[in-house]
């Protein structure tokens, strides 16, 4: 598909994307890349929301595949520190 960018390896015009019922897929045909995203806007199953944050970067945040996995814990520790030290 003209003007999309694989989020993996950032070929251009690699993507082919393709939909079902549910589904708006997108496939990269260099390096394999697949992901997928609900056509209502709901958010994904857990299942698949985990293997496709690991899989790939948000294009439109544009940001360092380690991010995302540090984040969520920085989340989790900062409160509890907190709570202690009153
Ligand atoms: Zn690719």
Excluded: W
């Excluded at 209502?40 to 360092?64: A, H, M």
Aim: one cysteine or more; charged letters at 40%.
């Amino acid at each position: 598909m003209a003007g999309v960018v694989c989020p993996r390896c950032a070929a251009m015009d690699s993507t082919r994307m393709y939909r079902d019922d549910e589904r708006e897929y997108r496939e990269c045909v260099d390096c394999g890349f697949e992901d997928s995203m609900r056509l209502d806007g709901r958010p994904e199953p857990k299942e698949l929301e985990t293997r496709v944050s690991k899989e790939g970067v948000d294009p439109l945040k544009n940001t360092p595949a380690t991010e995302p996995e540090a984040q969520p814990i920085k989340f989790f520790v900062n409160p509890k520190l907190q709570k202690k030290d009153h």
